[in-house]
């Protein structure tokens, strides 16, 4: 009788990553990686032992598909393929060295398209301080970008997700849900978006095809000592959430406040207009590229003097995550959010 899993898409990309690090982990020995470079692999990017410091990589996959919607311009899509990658390493709390950019294009692509896609990658690692150091490129049916980007970053400052306590202040670095609402704005042209103030568009639009890394943030994050653990929100704030619980080496949930969520109006609009539920846009589609931390509660207030922050809620001991809505009520949520391959 046949397993009733028998396709990759019956477990989904997270599940999926989790069986592959299963069969991995046995197999690592290599004089660059330490306790941490093991425990890196579940993270945002993989650490490598180089004395002093940490050596950072880490590998993002775009496709046309699924991540290329119509409007995108070429030179957009050259920009995200390195926003994406620099974004893991922000959340590490690494500067950048690096990236390297394997691409599958289409043979009809036009020449003009393939270099302002090039320049998009260029722009995007000037922007971030770092060069464009190789790739591969071979043809394909689907436009295809594959970025594995380079940091480094001290030992003692790396971050990860893996540290939050008790206590600990949850905080964001900006709005969530103006990428959901762009895409809703992009993605779904049967809904009457006419009526929708051209201001409140534009942003909504820019923000799901412009993201921007929070590089600069990671790096003082890192250096602060304040910061128990950290991630980027790419698949939804719930999914990150959870990702903070379950690799937290202490028994740890996480109770959020849905007033102090950083929803702007603009999602609201959006989701009237779509009717969508826009606390779920925020929490659950992701793209916003923010970083989500725990912060040790006596040193929050001198880390929000440098970076502005959102405190969303705190670390308790629960094991769940839940959330205290409008009417005071605190309901339990579950972790979820966008997922490749299900």
């Known amino acids: 009788m046949p397993s009733k899993i028998d396709k990759i898409s019956d477990l989904g990309e997270k599940k999926l990553i989790k069986r592959l690090l299963l069969k991995s982990r046995p197999r690592v020995k290599s004089l660059f990686l330490d306790e941490f470079s093991i425990k ?21 996959m775009l496709m046309a598909f699924t991540h290329f919607p119509d409007e995108m311009t070429p030179y957009q899509m050259g920009q995200k393929i390195v926003t994406v990658n620099v974004s893991d390493l922000a959340a590490m709390g690494a500067d950048t060295i690096g990236i390297i950019v394997s691409m599958g294009l289409p ?59 008790q206590g600990d202040i949850v905080a964001v670095t900006g709005p969530i849900g103006l990428a959901a609402a762009g895409f809703e704005v992009l993605i779904h042209p049967f809904h009457n978006f006419d009526d929708l103030n051209k201001n409140t568009k534009d942003l909504v639009i820019k923000h799901a095809l412009e993201p921007e890394a929070r590089l600069e943030e990671g790096i003082i994050f890192a250096k602060s000592g304040s910061v128990t653990s950290a991630t ?54 992701g793209e916003d590229f923010e970083l989500l931390l ?3 509660p006596s040193l929050f207030n ?38 490749h391959i299900k």
């Open 40 to 60: 890196s692999l579940s993270d945002d990017a993989s650490l490598l032992d180089i004395g002093e410091n940490y050596l950072i990589a880490c590998s993002d």
């Open 107 to 165: 043979r009809n692509m036009l020449l003009t398209k393939f270099d302002h896609m090039v320049d998009g990658i260029l722009d995007s690692c000037t922007k971030y301080g770092m060069a464009l150091i190789g790739g591969d490129t071979n043809e394909s049916n689907e436009l295809t970008l594959c970025g594995t980007c380079i940091g480094i970053v001290k030992k003692d400052n790396v971050l990860m997700k893996s540290g939050a306590r």
């Open 302 to 339: 001198d880390l929000n003097s440098e970076v502005t922050l959102h405190k969303i809620g705190i670390v308790d001991s629960s094991g769940e995550i839940k959330m205290i809505d409008k009417a005071g009520n605190t309901n339990i949520i579950t972790p979820r959010g966008y997922e």
């Open 232 to 285: 980027d929100i790419t698949d939804g704030l719930l999914s990150e959430l959870g990702e903070i619980v379950n690799e937290s080496e202490y028994n740890i949930g996480i109770i959020i406040n849905q007033e102090d969520l950083p929803i702007p109006s603009e999602v609201f609009e959006v989701a009237k207009i779509s009717t969508q539920d826009p606390i779920e846009m925020a929490l659950t589609y």
């Open 294 to 296: 725990t912060v040790s």
